[in-house]
């Protein structure tokens, strides 16, 4: 069964900061990994994509990297800004389609 | 990528009645997701939708207590029924327009029961 890891649990950096979220998982045997943010109480909103075939994606001031033989990937938000605070949560699917969540990262960006 | 239209958005409710949660996609897709996020948890899936057929429920969610319908490509219901209050969750649908294209989910359904 695939788990997935997100360390940490909560973050508080200043505005300005760069911004390092990790993600772990048990099960090397992915399709892809998915990114989203979530704001409280709403739905997920996508951030990245990223193939198993692929390094990293890069969006704005998002980059996501991909290691799939270590089972990690990293989520990089430069320049942190107040709007990022939110919950990051990270999705890995499998080849039977079932996304399996981490348990996310709550992002506080102080102004 | 395909939009979510979910309704409503939030509800307050007595114990003991049924709330019928609708999402309506822009495309076809042949699956939907329906899943449950309890308070300061992650994201657990209920049961996937296919039209034409039952919905396949996942361990723990029984037809009962979730019911599903699936009545054409585009649209999908998610009855909460008897609820209690451990039912206070947010419920959100899913789609994956095509094979490993990546997610997209409705705006949530943020229902408390009182």
């Known amino acids: 069964k695939q788990e997935v890891t997100q360390i940490p649990a909560a973050l508080s950096v200043p505005e300005g900061e760069n911004l390092v979220l990790n993600c772990s998982f048990t099960?090397?045997?992915?399709?892809?990994l998915q990114w989203f943010r979530q704001d409280p109480g709403k739905g997920l909103t996508s951030l990245l994509l990223?193939?198993?075939?692929?390094r990293e994606q890069t969006s704005g001031r998002l980059n996501a990297s991909l290691d799939k033989s270590s089972g990690r990937s990293t989520l990089y938000i430069a320049a942190s800004q107040p709007g990022d605070s939110a919950t990051y949560l990270c999705?890995?699917?499998?080849?039977?389609?079932?996304?399996?969540f981490g348990a996310g990262t709550t992002v506080t960006v102080r102004a | 990528s395909a939009v979510i239209s979910q309704k409503p958005s939030r509800d307050i409710c007595q114990r003991g009645t049924s709330l019928t949660i609708q999402c309506q996609v822009d495309?076809?897709?042949?699956?939907m997701f329906w899943y449950r996020q309890q308070p300061g948890q992650s994201l657990t899936l209920i049961a996937t939708?296919?039209?034409?057929?039952?919905?396949?429920?996942e361990s723990g969610f029984v037809i009962d207590k979730f019911p599903i319908s699936r009545p054409n490509l585009t649209f999908s219901t998610l009855t909460v029924s008897n609820m209690s209050p451990e039912d206070s969750s947010i419920y959100l649908c899913?789609?994956?327009?095509?094979?490993?294209?990546?997610?997209?989910f409705g705006s949530g359904t943020r229902l408390t029961v009182v």
């Open positions: 899913s789609v994956e327009v095509g094979t490993g294209m990546g997610y997209t």
């Open positions: 999705a890995v699917r499998p080849n039977d389609y079932k996304l399996s």
């Open positions: 495309s076809q897709v042949t699956m």
């Open positions: 939708a296919n039209q034409g057929s039952e919905a396949t429920y």
């Open positions: 099960d090397s045997a992915i399709y892809n």
């Open positions: 990223i193939q198993s075939s692929q």
